[in-house]
């Protein structure tokens, strides 16, 4: 069975950067919908950010647009979230997800993440004001 395995969490200070991994295993890589989700304390998982491993367009949420940069290593099988200008409420556990055959969805649907079925553990990240 595939496993998602993210890393790159941490605390840092508001307008520092983090750049966040998931890689994948047990995975083909091919022809996947893959992307980041962000559960901040007490509130409902919402999505970051999408991208497609057969190439395409991404998606990025209208909060972390402009300041996050998703990419992706087909050769490592591994997706990237270049975390840059980061603000207090930026906090939270960021997940990666994936779903195979998946177009990104407009992650700003509430259910946009029971659209993806294989997820990782989470890594938080703390921006402190």
């Known amino acids: 069975e595939g496993q998602l395995v993210e890393s790159g969490g941490g605390l840092v200070q508001a307008g520092g950067s983090l750049k966040l991994s998931c890689t994948f295993s047990?995975?083909?890589?091919?022809?996947?919908?893959i992307g980041w989700f962000r559960q901040a304390p007490g509130k409902e998982r919402e999505g970051v950010s999408c991208?497609?491993?057969?190439?395409?367009?991404?998606y990025y949420a209208d909060s972390w647009k402009g300041r996050f940069t998703i990419s992706t290593d087909n050769a490592k099988k591994t997706m990237y979230l270049q975390m840059n200008s980061l603000k207090p409420e930026d906090t939270g556990v960021y997940y990666c997800?994936?779903?195979?055959?998946?177009?990104?969805?407009?992650?700003?649907?509430?259910?946009?993440?029971?659209?993806?079925?294989?997820w990782g553990q989470g890594t938080q990240v703390t921006v402190s004001s």
């Open positions: 047990g995975f083909t890589f091919d022809n996947y919908g």
């Open positions: 991208i497609s491993t057969s190439g395409g367009s991404t």
């Open positions: 997800a994936a779903e195979w055959g998946l177009n990104c969805p407009n992650l700003k649907h509430p259910r946009a993440a029971d659209l993806f079925g294989s």
